[in-house]
Structures are given as structure tokens and as C-alpha cells.
């Protein structure tokens, strides 16, 4: 494989973690999960590290996060927040591939209440869920879209994982570079 990074961005619950698991493992190249890299680094949750530094204090060590990730390589999963710094999608942009993996607000909103996964993290603008999610997608449609090399239908419940796995796959065989 040419490309150094291959990046997975999108929203909450667009499967970024799950695709990546599995890219990195038929791959054999490690998988960075820059939430969870952030949480590592920290020593406590999403959750706290926002009670104690704010969203800037999350996305000062986000960026960071991605720094550490592009200089080991292999597959990036991205926070559904990366793409809001610029120089974060400089960075994406120049280090390999971006794959944006779209789903309707409604899918996403699904995925997290199936998931339990608005007690897990923290709220972004303190709205009701399905509106929050609504208006960051609003947000940050743009920029995943002007920061993307592929953009990938993320949205299909049944066998959606490999499906994604396997468009990248084939782009990341036939050598296809940023």
C-alpha cells in the first residue's frame, strides 16, 4: 500500500470505528481511534475532559491526537468533530486518502439511541439529540464533504461495515492516491 493514511470521517455512529477495525485488521496496519486515543491520553472520558476543559480544551488534544496518529500510519478513524480545525483537514488532506463515510441525520440519530450513545457522550449545543444532531450535520456537511476524497454511503443497516470495507479496499488496492 502507497498511501500512508487512510482516513475514516463523518458523523456520530456513521461507522467510522467499526469500518476501521476492520480495514486495519485486512490490512495488517494498526487502527488509530483519535476519540479514544484523546480519552487514553487523558485519563478520563469524553465527558470529562469536557466538564474540565471545554470543547476547545477536546479539540486542542483532538488535534494533537491526529498529529500522533499520522506520524505511526496505518487507518485513522476520526471524532466526528476532526474536520472543524483547518489545519486538521490540511493534515488529512496531505498525509492519504479521506473516506466520508455519509448517513442521514435520521440514521445517525437511530444508531445513537440505539447504541445508548447520547449518555456516553457529551452534548454538543445542549439540545434535544435528534435536533443536536441535526444541526452539527448541518455544521460540518461542508467540510466533510470539501475535505473527503471518496464519499461512501454509510447509511445501509444490513451488512453496511463490510460493504464500506470493501469500496475503500478496492480504491486502496488498485494504489489510488490523494
Excluded at 475514516?8 to 488509530?32: F, N, Y
Excluded at 500522533?68 to 498525509?95: D, P, Q, W, Y
Excluded at 439540545?127 to 441535526?134: G, Q, R, S, V, Y
Amino acid at each position: 500500500m502507497n498511501t500512508r493514511c487512510l482516513f475514516l470521517i463523518g458523523g456520530r455512529c456513521s461507522g467510522k470505528s467499526t469500518v476501521g477495525a476492520l480495514l486495519a485488521r485486512i490490512l495488517d496496519l494498526p487502527l488509530h481511534d483519535t476519540d479514544r486515543m484523546i480519552e487514553d491520553a487523558a485519563g478520563s472520558d469524553a465527558a470529562g475532559i469536557v466538564r474540565l476543559e471545554g470543547w476547545p480544551g477536546f479539540r486542542r488534544r483532538e488535534s494533537r491526537a491526529l498529529v500522533r496518529a499520522v506520524e505511526a500510519g496505518g487507518v485513522i478513524a476520526g471524532g466526528g468533530g476532526i474536520v472543524l480545525a483547518e489545519e486538521n483537514r490540511a493534515l488529512m488532506r496531505a498525509s492519504g486518502l479521506i473516506f466520508y463515510l455519509a448517513a442521514p441525520v435520521q440514521t445517525l440519530y437511530e444508531r445513537m439511541r440505539i447504541a445508548g450513545n447520547f449518555s456516553g457522550r457529551p452534548s454538543l449545543t445542549g439540545a434535544d439529540p435528534l435536533e443536536e444532531t441535526a444541526a452539527v450535520m448541518a455544521e460540518r456537511e461542508t467540510l466533510y464533504r470539501e475535505c473527503a476524497h471518496h464519499i461512501l454511503d454509510a447509511a445501509q443497516p444490513a451488512r453496511q461495515t463490510a460493504r464500506v470495507a470493501a469500496h475503500i479496499l478496492r480504491r486502496v488496492r488498485a494504489g489510488e492516491q490523494p
